[in-house]
């Protein structure tokens, strides 16, 4: 039997909770990619879901990544160095250029309205990479209405729909709503993965785990299959 013969008749559904300042989560969407181009791997559908891992933070933050970190975890600003050094390791071994040397810190809630909006037009996957890579590897600012503009008309949304969009704010209640559907799951961290509705996966897993998450939920889907 072929490859495509064994895939489920219907895509997986994959649901991600991910914020744009988080380091993990590009990491996790660089896992989750190597695992999906594995040979079998099964149809997906993903969809991205707003997380705040920092709240409080302003749009304008004065002040470097190493300041912000030492402050919001409480922790000595040598430490937080190394870690920042070990995930930019991490991230390079995914193929990802980390600087955060450079990095504008902000505030992402209106970086998630303009994922809403993608999603709308069917463009939320190419937005959230184009952010991700805006943010960690181009130390661009995403927190401001133009700013966000301008990479919206790079992956094809209309600049006087999107400006218009994240001005009068009306994805707002869907970024509420994501974040409170997060809190009512219990989840607390990201990147967190949805599986079908079924099975949760939290952290930047490996390649192969979520490849084996996949291949369980493809065969819990074939009972379903042979009673039809």
């Known amino acids: 039997m072929s490859e495509a013969a064994s895939a489920p008749a219907t895509p997986v559904k994959i649901d991600i909770w991910s914020d744009v300042a988080c380091p993990w989560c590009y990491i996790g969407k660089r896992r989750l990619e190597t695992a999906l181009a594995q040979p079998g791997a099964p149809v997906v559908e993903i969809e991205y879901h707003s997380f705040e891992l920092s709240p409080d933070t302003p749009v304008d933050f004065e002040g470097s990544e190493i300041e912000f970190l030492a402050h919001h975890k409480g922790m000595a600003p040598a430490q937080v160095e190394q870690m920042l050094g070990q995930m930019t390791q991490l991230a390079a071994a995914e193929g990802l250029e980390y600087h955060f040397d450079s990095l ?125």
């Open 104 to 228: 504008k810190h902000t505030k992402t809630l209106l970086a998630h309205e303009l994922l809403h909006h993608a999603k709308a037009h069917g463009l939320q996957y190419e937005m959230k990479e184009r952010l991700l890579r805006a943010y960690f590897t181009e130390s661009k600012h995403v927190g401001h209405v133009e700013d966000l503009v301008a990479l919206a008309t790079e992956v094809g949304l209309d600049a006087d729909e999107t400006r218009a969009a994240l001005t009068d704010h009306r994805y707002a209640d869907d970024v509420a709503a994501d974040i409170a559907q997060a809190r009512a799951l219990g989840i607390n961290g990201v990147p967190f993965f949805v599986l079908d509705g079924k099975y949760g996966v939290s952290g930047a897993q490996s390649p192969e785990t979520l490849s084996t998450v996949l291949e369980r939920v493809v065969a819990e889907r074939e009972p379903e299959t042979a009673d039809a």
